[in-house]
């Protein structure tokens, strides 16, 4: 039993059927999560939705004891709703600031605290939160850097409270730019730039969904029990250098990239990410990468 906060984009719920998992899919719009619900279900899963503002620490709460109510148990909790606006700090008023800092690191907290009271903190179970890459500075999203790095420092201390005694595994996955719904939040344009040359890491390229649920998947099973408080970066490298760096990473292949995607898994059509509800750019690239996934990559292949 799987809590999945928000709908699965970063697109991971279509993997968990393969570990039988039953996966709840949470957020507020109803619409988003049914129709995943379906597809899921199509590929043989078992899956069940319901609406959550994980805002509103109350309904959290509510929201887990409706699970074990109806399910008996909650062995995992991934907290991937998350997102922020653009702005730079100069013009960001308080309630902007704290509006972003409310939904990533308060609503991450209300439900990490939701499954241990609810189930976990019993049971013991394991917990996934989404953040962002804010190792260095975050220009232009100072409130979403600010709430993020909470989120880590707050999994490396959940990892230690509650782990010894409550046999919970809690870890981040930090994903780079990836190819996914959040992409129509940001400007066309600025899109762009970043695939004409703006990905500045040594994979070269986006990451996609799947690459992103298979490390969510891989730190939810028994094959990571012995990884906790740990933030593992999924962003081909990017993480590595400086987000604007000009000058040595001219050795980034402008050219695109040799990083053959991943798009399924496990290597079963059915439940490979088959397309994409983002910008026309965006969409563009990702069925390049379907190419790719599929045919391989070489010396010759542009991304
Ligand atoms: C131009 C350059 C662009 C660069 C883009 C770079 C792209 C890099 C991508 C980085 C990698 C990360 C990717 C992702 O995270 S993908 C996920 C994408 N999804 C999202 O980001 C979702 C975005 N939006 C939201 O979730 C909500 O809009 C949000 C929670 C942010 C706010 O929702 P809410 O309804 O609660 O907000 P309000 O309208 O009530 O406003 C509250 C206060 O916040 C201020 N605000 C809101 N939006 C903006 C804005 N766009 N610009 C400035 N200020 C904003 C708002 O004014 C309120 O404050 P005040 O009361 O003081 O006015
Ligand atoms: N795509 C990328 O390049 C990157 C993404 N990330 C992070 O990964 C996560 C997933 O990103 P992505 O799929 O691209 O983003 P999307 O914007 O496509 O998805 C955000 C999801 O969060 C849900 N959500 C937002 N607010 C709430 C809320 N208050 N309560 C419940 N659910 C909520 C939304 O559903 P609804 O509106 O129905 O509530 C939606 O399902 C996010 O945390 C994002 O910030 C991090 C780095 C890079």
């Known amino acids: 039993m799987v809590l999945i906060g928000s709908h699965p984009i970063l697109g991971f719920a279509v993997y968990f059927y393969s570990l039988g998992a039953t996966v709840i899919l949470?957020?507020?719009?109803?619409?988003?999560?049914?129709?995943?619900?379906?597809?899921?279900?199509?590929?043989?899963?078992?899956?069940?939705?319901?609406?959550?503002?994980?805002r509103d620490a109350?309904?959290?709460?509510?929201?887990?004891?409706q699970i074990v109510a109806k399910h008996g148990k909650l062995n995992g909790l991934v907290n991937n709703a998350g997102g922020q606006f653009h702005s730079p700090a100069s013009k960001m008023t308080p309630n902007?600031?704290?509006?972003?800092?409310?939904?990533?690191?308060?609503?991450?907290?209300?439900?990490?605290?939701?499954?241990?009271?609810?189930?976990?903190?019993?049971?013991?179970?394991?917990?996934?939160?989404i953040v962002a890459d804010c190792r260095n500075g975050f220009p232009g999203m100072v409130h979403t850097g600010a709430a993020r790095a909470g989120i880590i420092n707050m999994t490396k201390t959940l990892a230690i409270e509650w782990g010894p005694y409550n046999g919970i595994r809690i870890n981040c996955v930090a994903p780079g730019m990836t190819i996914s719904s959040g992409m129509k939040n940001y400007p066309e344009k600025v899109l762009d730039g970043f695939i004409a040359n703006g990905w500045m890491n040594p994979s070269g390229r986006f990451g996609t969904e799947s690459e992103m649920a298979a490390s969510v998947?891989?730190?939810?099973?028994?094959?990571?029990?012995?990884?906790?408080?740990?933030?593992?970066?999924?962003?081909?490298?990017y993480s590595l250098s400086r987000s604007d760096a000009k000058g040595p990473e001219a050795m980034y292949n402008p050219k695109g990239s040799l990083m053959r995607p991943y798009i399924g898994w496990p290597s079963d059509e059915k439940a490979a990410i088959q397309e994409v509800d983002a910008p026309t750019g965006i969409v563009k690239l990702f069925e390049k990468y379907k190419a790719l996934a599929v045919n391989g990559i070489n010396r010759d292949s542009k991304l």
Do not use: W
Not at 58 to 65: C, D, G, K, P, R
Not at 103 to 112: A, D, I, K, W
């Open 26 to 54: 949470a957020a507020r719009k109803m619409d988003q999560l049914k129709s995943t619900a379906k597809e899921i279900e199509l590929l043989g899963g078992k899956c069940d939705v319901m609406q959550l503002n994980i």
């Open 217 to 237: 998947v891989f730190l939810l099973s028994p094959a990571a029990s012995y990884i906790t408080g740990v933030n593992l970066p999924v962003d081909g490298g």
């Open 58 to 65: 109350n309904q959290a709460l509510e929201a887990v004891n």
């Open 96 to 129: 902007g600031f704290a509006t972003v800092v409310d939904l990533n690191l308060m609503g991450t907290f209300y439900l990490c605290k939701a499954a241990f009271d609810g189930y976990m903190g019993e049971h013991g179970g394991t917990i996934v939160n």
